[in-house]
């Protein structure tokens, strides 16, 4: 299945799920500092998170910044050459927390030689490949249907 499609897919189950709760400030927040307007999408929260669980699901595990770099992109700068920006990290935490709540991801643990623990990133849980899993299979499903 097309990344693009099952994001778009994917974006729409968690809206119909309701345990993802969109706040006030998605109204009004740009989605990185060299962007000059928000959204146009008023569902574009659903859209990121869908595309950010993608990610895990390619990835198995990721952190914030590794999301913040994916996300990124060129910031203009007039006259002077462009460089590489990183997106804004709130609504890729915001996203990762509400999709913990819902039980699709996950913090990955790793376990040293001493026997103490250390959180490496985040990464998708059982439910949650799952769900990935069954969407990616109705997808391609309605394909072989139309052809």
């Given at each position: 299945?097309?990344?693009?499609e099952f994001i778009q897919v994917f974006a729409q189950h968690l809206k119909q799920i309701n345990k993802f709760k969109i706040p006030d400030w998605s109204v009004t927040v740009k989605t990185a500092c060299y962007k000059e307007l928000n959204p146009f999408n008023s569902d574009w929260l659903y859209v990121r998170a869908a595309a950010i669980c993608y990610q895990?699901?390619?990835?198995?595990?990721?952190?914030?910044?590794?999301?913040?770099?994916?996300f990124g992109?060129?910031?203009?700068?007039?006259?002077?050459?462009?460089?590489?920006r990183m997106a804004a990290g709130?609504?890729?935490?915001?996203?990762?927390d509400q999709l913990q709540q819902a039980g699709l991801v996950g913090e990955t643990k790793y376990q040293s030689e001493e026997g103490s623990s250390i959180t490496m990133g985040k990464s998708?849980?059982?439910k949650g490949t799952m769900d990935m899993d069954r969407i990616a299979v109705q997808q391609l499903g309605k394909k072989k249907a139309a052809k």
């Open positions: 299945v097309p990344a693009h895990l699901y390619m990835r198995q595990k990721v952190g914030v910044k590794g999301l913040r770099k994916h992109g060129r910031a203009r700068r007039g006259v002077k050459s462009e460089h590489a709130k609504n890729i935490r915001y996203c990762l998708l849980t059982k």
